[in-house]
């Protein structure tokens, strides 16, 4: 098939354009995480799901609102936010 300009594509074309870039960056993420140290990749998976569980709880009524963070979800989140940025050498930045 020849390359099409986005505005002579069909709607199906369009949607197979996206879904094909949609996995170009994907995979690029994916490739870039690949390439972090253990280390770094286990601070990012700490860091998100402890911010995951401090938003839930923090956003939505139906789990409590943000009058129902603890002390002890912030100071778990601090941790880890402290050893991503020794990871990535981001202190002081």
Do not use: C
Not at 49 to 70: E, N, Q, R, S
């Amino acid at each position: 098939m020849t390359e099409k300009s986005f505005e002579d594509m069909t709607q199906e074309e369009r949607i197979q354009y996206w879904n094909d870039k949609s996995e170009e960056e994907k995979i690029k993420r994916s490739d870039s995480v690949d390439g972090l140290q253990p280390e770094q990749k286990e601070s990012l998976r700490e860091l998100y799901k402890t911010l995951d569980t401090v938003l839930d709880t923090a956003l939505y009524p139906d789990m409590g609102g943000i009058k129902m963070v603890t002390a002890y979800e912030l100071q778990e989140l601090s941790d880890a936010f402290e050893t991503f940025q020794f990871q990535f050498n981001m202190r002081g930045h």
